[in-house]
């Protein structure tokens, strides 16, 4: 496969709307206002079920930080467990210790959990203190990619630190870049970084079905989505340039 379109599913509709579009893998999420967090059990086995792409659960208990008390590493460790046993292809890992660096033993009891699927690192590598000395240890630790934006909000804002991560990786892992991945700038992100794996949102809200509101709860009831026409647009875009 000459590029990766990685689309982000929220629920268990976003899974059938990304596999349908030409998506070639999900990460699937649960919570995101806070950024995705690991999805339930059920919602694991149902999309594992549902699917024949590629299936990467996020490994996160909670938002926030990453750094993580060992009491949620463990559940790390048994939700690894549950992903591995229900026959997902990987597994989307990132754990930090408080200075910045990659806390490399606890990523490696983690991928040891994992088993042999494939591992990829998410966007605590966009916390670390020095992106160099990180992309080494995560390479050493085996993970298959990073998730990053370069340490920058978007992909577009750290663009230039995305290609000098990618020309410092090479041919040892993968870097897939994420937030902000558009089909309107796919092409001059590919342009400028090199990259060959992206990662997408997609995402679109949509309006509650409910017929009756109470009118004292003035909360929105609206659920993050994918937009299947966006999808179509990013596949489209990425079938061009690596025609």
């Known amino acids: 496969m000459s590029f990766e379109l990685e689309v982000i599913a929220f629920d268990l509709a976003s899974c059938f709307i990304a596999e349908k579009a030409?998506?070639?893998?999900?990460?699937?999420?649960?919570?995101?206002?806070?950024?995705?967090?690991?999805?339930?059990?059920?919602?694991?086995?149902?999309?594992?079920?549902?699917?024949?792409?590629?299936?990467?659960?996020?490994?996160?208990?909670?938002?926030?930080?990453?750094?993580?008390?060992?009491?949620?590493?463990?559940?790390?460790?048994?939700?690894?467990?549950?992903?591995?046993?229900?026959?997902?292809?990987?597994?989307?890992?990132?754990?930090?210790k408080n200075d910045g660096t990659i806390d490399t033993h606890a990523c490696h009891e983690l991928i040891h959990h994992a088993n042999g699927m494939e591992i990829t690192f998410h966007r605590a590598f966009d916390r670390v203190q020095d992106q160099a000395a990180a992309l080494k240890d995560v390479i050493q630790l085996g993970c298959k990619r990073i998730l990053t934006s370069g340490g920058f909000p978007t992909a577009l804002e750290g663009k230039e630190q995305l290609k000098k991560i990618i020309e410092l990786a090479g041919d040892q892992i993968k870097i897939m870049i994420g937030s902000g991945v558009k089909s309107s700038n796919i092409e001059s992100l590919h342009a400028f970084t090199n990259a060959k794996a992206f990662h997408a949102s997609a995402r679109k809200l949509v309006d509650s079905t409910m017929h009756?509101?109470?009118?004292a709860m003035s909360e929105s009831l609206q659920k993050v989505s994918i937009d299947e026409s966006e999808v179509i647009a990013l596949r489209k875009k990425l079938d061009k340039i690596f025609a």
Do not use: W
């Open 22 to 96: 030409g998506a070639h893998r999900i990460e699937l999420c649960a919570n995101p206002h806070e950024g995705g967090t690991t999805p339930s059990f059920g919602m694991i086995k149902m999309a594992r079920k549902a699917t024949a792409i590629q299936l990467f659960p996020i490994i996160r208990p909670r938002g926030g930080d990453f750094l993580y008390d060992n009491t949620e590493f463990l559940a790390m460790c048994e939700d690894i467990r549950i992903c591995r046993d229900e026959g997902c292809d990987g597994v989307v890992i990132g754990m930090l």
């Open 212 to 215: 009756y509101t109470p009118s």
